[in-house]
């Protein structure tokens, strides 16, 4: 069978425009005797033909849906109009083999369901009475949880599965043509345009969406045949700002422990595709559960699939504390995917150890397994989440405060709280004035900078020091680096001999990256995942994806 890939155009821009079809046509395993109904109008074609004229698209594609490429290529009305004006509308869709394969998973279901059906009818034919027995009543509700069960199968594959394969076709279709920018023109039910929309924006695609407006003005009085039959009017227009046929709007709700919630956060859900954005500033954990309750509650089990919450603020702990909360007041059907990320501390945190962890592979350091790992200002919000990561992730990891005001008892009370809290191990130190910073990071494999900005904790002539082969990261925009010698545009860049840094920049544009595609997940209708930092660092790698080797220039370091 056919395995779904969708990956993203090399060197093309893709720009498709979704045409809503004429009619909607349900896509079923066994579909029922065709329509006869089922047919583009000569207006909709001539509507088609002026989208095509505008857009001048490499491509025209149209969803095949229950029909065979026979019945595609001789009965579409759309494509011989098309094929006329020596324009060819390719079908994409799941492939025969692909839906065979997924079909073959669900005859079972139904074989057991028509056993059941014919059983039960039987008996009530035989003798209603019996409707009440125990027996009956069991063979009942066994009989509707596999109807539904069939029903949310057929609607998954004929949606979600089926756009997907829509989508790998077009850009297919789209690879073959030369150019640096290829447009395709998709004509395809009206309830295929959000999932589109999505998919083909997580492949860097620009898309529009024509939906449209059919008025038939027939007689006045269509009783009889001949009425019928008199000419008819039929009007095709595009509708302007309409939502593509979804049932709700996208609502995120913003948690924030501080007085004023994120702007940087808003508007990064608006451009994840959140309609409406509420935010709720200086929260605390007692005021979640009424909140919480009147978010999921007042939509319904179904509008709480279009509602998601986004919990924010300065205060760790206390954001903490809150996502423990929404998690004890959410209940199947009602619950909502949540989005934790106090003041951007764990998608940056999670940009930063995947960067590291990029960097150390190619470098040829090798695994982060068993790496030791100092965390300058490990106890601050980016800091300790990077320490927690990289503890998971089998480091031996030394969280080390840098604040003077602090002394060691206090360092180790607060990273053993960090450390319980996340069970892991991590070493506690403070670097006071007795405290050398070069003895905490000589036989370091990797050393974060996480520390208040615009504080330098390792000046140069320490750096120059160091063994090879080091990473080095900072994550301080503001002047001077926490690392001397780190600059913000750098990305494994080689520092000093052997020693490779990594800038903010470099770090801050994955963290946006993360942190959007953590929105966009959690927008997913349905969705009921809690996207904390172990989530977040997940999707930086993914979106990091191999390390690339790096070879050393009279310049510094760049991947090959």
């Not at 083999?97 to 009530?124: F, G, H, Q």
């Not at 003798?127 to 509700?141: G, L, S, T, Y």
Request: negative net charge; hydrophobic residues 40%.
């Amino acid at each position: 069978m056919e395995v779904l890939e969708i990956e993203p155009l090399k060197d093309k821009k893709l720009q498709v425009v979704l045409v809503a079809r004429e009619y909607d046509e349900k896509w079923m395993f066994h579909p029922t005797k065709k329509s006869p109904f089922k047919s583009f109008s000569r207006e909709y074609c001539d509507f088609v033909s002026g989208v095509v004229a505008k857009y001048e698209p490499s491509v025209v594609t149209e969803e095949l849906g229950n029909r065979s490429m026979k019945e595609f290529m001789k009965s579409d009305r759309l494509v011989k109009y098309m094929k006329k004006n020596k324009i060819m509308v390719l079908p994409v869709d799941i492939p025969d083999a692909a839906r065979a394969y997924i079909e073959s998973t669900i005859t079972p279901k139904l074989e057991v369901l028509d056993t059941i059906t014919k059983e039960v009818n039987s008996i009530l034919t035989k003798n209603p009475e019996r409707a009440d027995e125990q027996d009956v009543q069991n063979m009942i509700a066994w009989g509707q949880y596999l109807e539904d069960e069939i029903c949310r199968e057929e609607k998954y594959v004929g949606t979600t599965v089926r756009e997907g394969w829509m989508v790998s076709g077009i850009l297919d279709n789209a690879r073959k043509h030369n150019g640096k920018k290829v447009t395709c023109v998709h004509i395809c039910d009206l309830q295929h345009f959000e999932g589109l929309t999505k998919l083909f924006k997580e492949v860097g695609a620009d898309v529009e969406a024509i939906a449209i407006e059919k008025k038939v003005a027939q007689p006045a009085d269509a009783n009889y045949m001949a009425d019928v039959l008199k000419p008819l009017n039929i009007t095709i227009k595009p509708i302007k700002g309409g939502k593509g046929g979804s049932e709700k709007e996208y609502v995120l709700y913003m948690l924030d422990t501080d007085e004023q919630a994120s702007p940087f956060d808003i508007n990064m859900a608006i451009d994840a595709g959140f309609d409406h954005i509420i935010p709720y500033a200086s929260m605390t954990p007692d005021k979640v559960t009424r909140l919480v309750q009147d978010m999921i509650f007042s939509r319904g089990h179904n509008g709480v699939k279009y509602t998601s919450i986004f919990v924010g603020g300065q205060d760790m702990a206390m954001a903490d504390a809150i996502v423990d909360k929404i998690k004890e007041t959410m209940f199947p059907p009602f619950q909502a995917s949540v989005v934790v990320d106090p003041r951007g501390a764990n998608t940056t945190a999670a940009a930063l150890v995947a960067k590291v962890i990029d960097a150390m592979r190619s470098v040829e350091i090798g695994d982060v397994i068993g790496r030791k790992v100092v965390v300058l200002g490990g106890t601050g919000p980016v800091g300790s989440t990077a320490a927690v990561i990289l503890a998971k992730e089998g480091c031996d990891v030394v969280a080390v405060e840098t604040d003077s005001s602090s002394d060691q008892e206090m360092t180790e009370i607060n990273v053993g709280r960090i450390a319980n809290a996340n069970g892991v191990t991590l070493q506690a130190r403070h670097l006071g004035k007795t405290t050398d910073v070069k003895d905490l990071i000589a036989d370091a494999d990797v050393v974060l900078s996480t520390a208040k900005p615009g504080v330098q904790i390792v000046p140069k002539s320490i750096v120059n020091t160091l063994a090879p082969i080091k990473i080095m990261a900072d994550i301080n925009a503001v002047p001077p680096a926490g690392i001397e010698g780190v600059e913000a545009r750098h990305d494994k860049v080689e520092i000093a001999p052997g020693i490779y840094g990594i800038g903010s920049l470099a770090i801050g544009a994955l963290k946006y990256n993360v942190e959007m595609k953590l929105l966009r997940n959690a927008r997913r209708v349905g969705d009921t995942g809690i996207y904390d930092s172990m989530a977040a660092i997940e999707v930086a790698k993914e979106l990091l994806g191999p390390a690339k080797k790096v070879t050393i220039t009279s310049n510094g370091a760049i991947p090959a």
